[in-house]
């Protein structure tokens, strides 16, 4: 991945390494477990737009690229796409630095909705930027 695309991917949201406990039975890195990290990375985005705390609501598109192997270090990248009154829509983005080979790659995508939500978990307007 060249410096120029790396820069396209905005923000970097999260960071971890791929282990072995986060597999599936072929051997690869389980797609529940990925989910659950991006979904972590677009939130922190959301809730930082929002300038508080923000709840899943949806799961718009989401296309598995690439496996990811146990050892490699998994950088998730995320990009608000659209505010509304009381949600808000994040890009993330999904790369890998193999171990061995030091390539990074994009190995997955998708586009998550959070609501932001008041102290009570109830909706609550986003201000206006």
Same mark, same amino acid.
């Given at each position: ?30 797609? &529940? ?23 899943? !609501? ?25 505010? &509304?009154?009381?949600?808000?829509? !994040? ?15 994009? !190995?997955? %995508? ?16 986003? %201000?206006?930027?």
């Amino acid at each position: 991945m060249s410096s120029e695309q790396r820069s396209n991917l905005d923000e970097l949201a999260t960071r971890t390494v791929a282990m072995p406990a986060d597999t599936n039975p072929s051997g690869d890195i389980f797609g &529940g477990w990925v989910l659950s990290e991006m979904d972590i990375a677009g939130s922190i985005v959301a809730s930082k737009r929002t300038k508080g705390r923000t709840a899943t !609501v949806g799961l718009e598109a989401m296309s598995f690229h690439k496996p990811i192997k146990v050892g490699d270090i998994v950088s998730n990248y995320a990009r608000v796409v659209r505010v &509304g009154r009381t949600s808000i829509t !994040v890009e993330v983005i999904t790369a890998v630095e193999r171990q061995l080979s030091g390539e990074t790659i994009v !190995v997955t %995508e998708g586009l998550f909705t959070y609501v932001a939500v008041n102290e009570k978990g109830q909706p609550r307007l986003i %201000e206006r930027l």
